[in-house]
């Protein structure tokens, strides 16, 4: 059973990121939205424990990214989509975790 | 009325959240009583200065532009966290290019932005009167 799991919270200044990263299995995926897509950028610890966490599919919402002046500093094997494509990853899984 | 040392310490990122904005409506009303006005940006904060913000996907106003106004208003001390922006992978050119104009120097343009590192911006917090959080 794939879940798919949103973390909306900054990684520098909440354990929300962590704590999802933690109990994310195999084969899920982490979406990262609102003050979440700050985990999606290079150059950071952060970035490393993504590119560590194998198995997992991480993704960002491309608005929100846009809105915080991030594009041109993404992570690579991050998939950036839209709000229809957010759409379609919550039917695509079983069922859907937001880390609040 | 004399003069007082007002610091705002913005540590939020925008849009997230409403603090970064409140911040900047607040220094911006402050800035008409001729006070002596810093900015600090640390921890999260410092996302509120990147250069590129588009917001028009998620349906909110990019204030960010509103930075650049803050030299007119005498605003002119952004003390920056380098630490901050270090452990975020961030340098000075992923941040918007502000300045004020210095009228005692035939109003040459002058960058508003300091970058300090977490010894100095501690003294800059020491030195001041009056320090509202966001």
């Known amino acids: 059973m794939a879940l798919l799991h949103t973390v ?3 990684p520098f200044e909440s354990n929300t990121f962590n704590t999802c990263l933690g109990l994310a299995k195999q084969g899920s995926t982490i979406l990262l939205i609102e003050d979440g897509v700050y985990a999606a950028t290079t150059g950071h610890s952060v970035a490393e424990k993504i590119k560590n966490a194998s ?22 094997d991050i998939k950036v989509i839209d709000y229809d494509g957010f759409v379609n990853m919550v039917v695509e899984h079983d069922s859907v975790q937001s880390w609040l | 009325m004399s003069v007082k040392k007002f610091m705002y310490i913005n540590r939020k990122p925008p849009y997230g959240t409403v ?8 220094v911006l009303i402050g800035a008409a009583f001729d006070q002596d006005v ?4 640390i921890g999260d904060g410092v996302y509120e200065l990147t250069k590129g913000q588009n917001t ?3 349906g909110q106003k990019n204030f960010s532009p509103t930075y650049t106004a803050l030299g007119d208003y005498d605003v002119k001390k952004l003390y920056v966290e380098k630490e901050s922006l270090e452990e975020r992978g961030l340098t000075l050119d992923d941040l918007q290019h502000l300045v004020w104009e210095d009228e005692d120097d035939d109003w040459a343009e002058k960058d508003s932005i300091h970058l300090v590192s977490r010894a100095e911006m501690a003294d800059v917090l020491d030195d001041q009167d009056i320090i ?3």
């Open chain 2, 132 to 134: 509202l959080s966001f």
């Open chain 2, 38 to 41: 810093s900015l600090a940006f």
């Open chain 2, 56 to 58: 028009d996907a998620i």
């Open chain 1, 55 to 76: 198995g997992i599919t991480f993704a960002v919402l491309g608005p929100d990214l846009q809105a915080r002046g991030l594009e041109s500093k993404l992570a690579d």
């Open chain 2, 19 to 26: 603090y970064a904005l409140e911040a900047l409506e607040v």
């Open chain 1, 8 to 10: 909306n919270k900054s």
